[in-house]
């Protein structure tokens, strides 16, 4: 298939030509197929689009039979065709006939050619359609040849991509448009309805076809200049991308900006007749579509690096460098491959519906602000930023971690009603507001917040919250770029105790380390990082970082009572050194004349299983135990909660769990220590149910589960739970399941769960 006079520079001008012609888009498409075959001295021209059914239609061609175009179906893998679809790689075959995968279609009349040469048509990764050539003759195409034809395919993939094939036939050419469901993790509840905002928008290439191929080779050259300085100057800096990323990323990013081979391929596409960015577009696109149907995690991972890379080198091309999040549309929905909280808050919160994330997972930073701010988010949605572009509809269901991506009418009428009677539940919830919480046999149970941001503190109102149960201060340190000075902290509590006014508020120092690592703190490798170096035992191995932290904390809640909890306690022996480090503190402030709260009351985080040993001794040292059901429920069990392989492999309604929880309620109380539950099962009805039978009575949870917890206890009887559960614990095993006996309890009884 040598190359006509002119080669793939000429053909792309008359390409931009043909496409700008006034005719109907089967004509135009016609005419393209015609002037490929004519430049690449081919006898056959064919254009295969995939339709939303996933079928692979022949839309036009020239050489083979007219009348088979619009009737030759071809599934997503059958045939040559089939197979570029599915493989997303060019094929090229100096006898088609003999290949396994190859598919006679007699209407097509193809049964004399030979010679086969198939690329993809792509766009962001996607495959839209396939573009073929054939001759008769047996032979071997070029890579030069491949490389052209792969060129002529992206304007191709644009058009697709446009749109304007719609006309032709129903469904046709929408792979890119077409409605996709994926299911990921939940990271935050709810449901969001809106339109696709890119956290990190696709650059759209306008000019496809380079006028002056000489001028776009230097535009290139000196764009992989500009980017290459600017990395090299990050890893001098020790900066990292964006918020909090580490040196290894920045040099892995460096090492891809050096990659001959990735340049090389740039610099060919140019000479081929495109623009400099439609040429980082194309070869980014093939790399996307290869790398997304690797297994290897790993190379799967670099997809990203690259991504960031490409990105990096289209917005000096385009000259859109400002990246900030900028004003956001009604009902929008972010979108991103990562994101940092600092990130979200940039955002406006009143117009913003959901986040959904290609990385991520429950406990990540980005999922504790998300459910702070009460928004739905999902992460773990693979090429989620590949799938959909700005103002595309989109649907979020925090609760279940699907994502409807340009969904049918009748999904979104669906979710549309959901959404409806949820609206419904929580004024029914809110006509609860003011109903005092206890069960019909008069046991009073205290509903509290969980909250981490100022933001969190306006659902006190709005729930009938009784207090705040868990206050995080770890937030504040990981969505600054920086250690928060001592006034900072400061002023942040003396925040938090305007906003509660008389009501009570718990506060937990630091828990940092694990999966919370701070953007400026070095990151620490560890085996495994949630049993490492976190929370108390920095605290105490950096007594000065704690002791800053405490002395904002008592000064900021002068004349008032305060509760500060120590979180990750082990041994009896950690909170009796942390409480002499508050008392240091005190004896500090009143030294130098400060005023002391009026109270100061100190407790212990019960989520370490060596706790549950020392129970007696921690409940007499502390004035109030917290369990923290998240962690005790992963130690207990040697499950990560966020290896969704053994996440789900317990039940916390399990004989074992509840016998845990009963040990805690009932040895606190018989020392005279208020236990109170901040994991998120106090959160859930049915949870919440069991744990009000095994004698808590104290819950603090995210402003969502209010309502429904409150609507729970309000129908419950707490002395026929505690004798349900008693009997249940003495018939069944530990490994077996409370949970059918609760449920049952509570339907026969009209509780709602």
């Known amino acids: ?24 888009p089967q004509a135009r498409l016609d005419r393209i197929v015609v002037l490929i075959a ?9 254009v295969y689009v995939v339709r939303d059914d996933n079928t692979l239609e022949l839309f036009a061609t020239e050489g083979l039979n007219r009348d088979a175009v619009h009737l030759t179906r071809l599934r997503a893998d059958e ?69 052209a034809l792969q060129t002529t395919a992206m304007v191709l993939s644009e058009m697709i991509a446009s749109g304007e094939l719609q006309a032709l036939a129903p469904g046709a050419g929408t792979a890119a448009r077409r409605p996709v469901s994926q299911r990921g993790v939940a990271l935050a509840d709810g449901i969001g309805l809106g339109h696709v905002v890119l956290h990190e ?47 290894e990323v920045l040099e892995t990013v460096r090492m891809f900006a050096h990659d001959k081979g990735w340049l090389r391929r740039m610099r060919e596409a140019v000479q ?27 190379l799967r991972d670099r997809l990203h690096d690259l991504d960031d890379l490409a990105n990096r080198l289209l917005r000096r091309l385009v000259g859109q460098e400002d990246r900030g999040a900028g004003g956001l549309p009604e009902n929008a929905i972010l979108v991103a491959r990562s994101m940092g909280p600092a990130a979200l808050l940039d955002y406006d919160r009143a117009r913003l519906r959901g986040v959904v994330l290609e990385e991520g997972g429950p406990t990540s930073h980005i999922a504790i602000v998300a459910r702070a701010l009460g928004i739905p988010a999902v992460g773990e949605i693979a090429n989620a930023t590949g799938l959909c572009d700005s103002g595309d509809a989109i649907i979020v269901d925090g609760l279940s971690g699907d994502v409807q991506i340009r969904p049918t009418p009748e999904i979104e009428a669906s979710y549309a009603e959901m959404v409806r009677l949820r609206a419904r539940r929580q004024e029914q919830y809110r006509a609860l507001r003011d109903v005092p919480a206890a069960t019909r046999d008069g046991v009073r149970i205290g509903l509290h917040l969980n909250a981490g941001l100022l933001v969190d503190l306006t659902h006190l109102h709005e729930t009938g919250a009784e207090g705040v149960g868990l206050f995080r201060t770890e937030l504040q340190f990981m969505v600054a770029e920086r250690m928060p000075s001592a006034a900072e902290q400061q002023a942040l509590y003396e925040a938090v105790f305007s906003a509660t006014g008389d009501l009570p508020v718990t506060i937990r120092t630091l828990d940092i380390g694990g999966d919370k690592i701070l953007p400026y703190m070095p990151a620490l490798e560890e085996e495994n990082p949630a049993l ?23 000064k900021a809640a002068a004349g008032r009572p305060i509760k500060i909890m ?63 059901s998240n962690d005790l429920m992963q130690f207990l069990f040697a499950v990560d909660r966020e290896n969704r392989r053994v996440a789900n492999r317990f039940d916390p309604l399990c004989g074992a769990a509840l016998r845990a929880f009963r040990m805690i309620a009932q040895r606190a109380a018989a020392q005279g220590c208020p236990a109170t539950v901040c994991g998120e099962i ?69 509780v709602p769960v």
């Open 532 to 554: 490492g170096w976190r929370a108390i035992r920095i605290g105490l191995d950096r007594p000065a970082l704690l002791r800053v932290q405490l002395r904002a904390l008592l």
């Open 1 to 24: 298939m040598p190359a006509a006079p002119g080669g793939p520079r000429l053909l792309l001008r008359r390409l931009r030509e043909a496409m700008a012609e006034p005719v109907s």
């Open 682 to 750: 106090g959160g859930r009805p049915l949870e919440a149910l069991a744990l009000i039978g095994l004698g808590f009575r104290d819950f603090s949870m995210s402003p969502a589960a209010i309502g429904p917890v409150k609507a729970m206890v309000l129908s419950a009887h707490a002395g026929e739970v505690a004798d349900l559960i008693e009997a249940e614990l003495t018939r069944v095993a530990d490994g077996a399941s409370l949970r059918p006996a609760l449920a049952a309890y509570a339907k026969a009884h009209g």
């Open 79 to 147: 045939g040559l065709v089939g197979l570029i679809a599915k493989t997303a790689e060019p094929l090229a075959l100096s006898d088609a006939q003999s290949h396994p995968a190859f598919s006679y279609r007699p209407e097509t009349g193809e049964e004399i050619y030979h010679a086969f040469l198939g690329v993809p048509l792509l766009r962001a990764g996607n495959t839209l359609g396939v573009l073929v050539v054939q001759n008769k003759t047996y032979r071997v195409y070029s890579e030069e040849e491949i490389e």
């Open 201 to 247: 928008p696709r650059i759209v290439v306008k000019t496809l076809i380079a006028e002056n191929v000489e001028r776009e080779v230097e535009r290139l050259e000196t764009a992989i200049e500009e980017v290459r300085s600017a990395i090299d100057e990050l890893v001098e800096r020790g900066d990292g991308i964006g918020s909090g990323e580490s040196r």
């Open 272 to 298: 081929s007749g495109l623009t400099a960015e439609a040429a980082v577009e194309r070869v980014q696109s093939d790399n996307r579509a290869r790398m997304l149907r690797q297994s290897d995690p790993y």
């Open 566 to 628: 120590f979180p990750m306690v082990a041994t009896v022996e950690e909170f009796t050194r942390a409480r002499d480090i508050v008392e240091r503190e005190k004896a500090h402030l009143r030294r130098h004349g400060y005023t002391l709260p009026s109270e100061c009351r100190l407790g212990a985080m019960v989520e370490v299983p060596s706790l549950l040993f020392q129970i007696d001794e921690i409940a007499r040292e502390a004035d109030f135990l917290s369990v923290g």
């Open 38 to 46: 004519a430049n690449v001295i081919a006898e056959v021209c064919s």
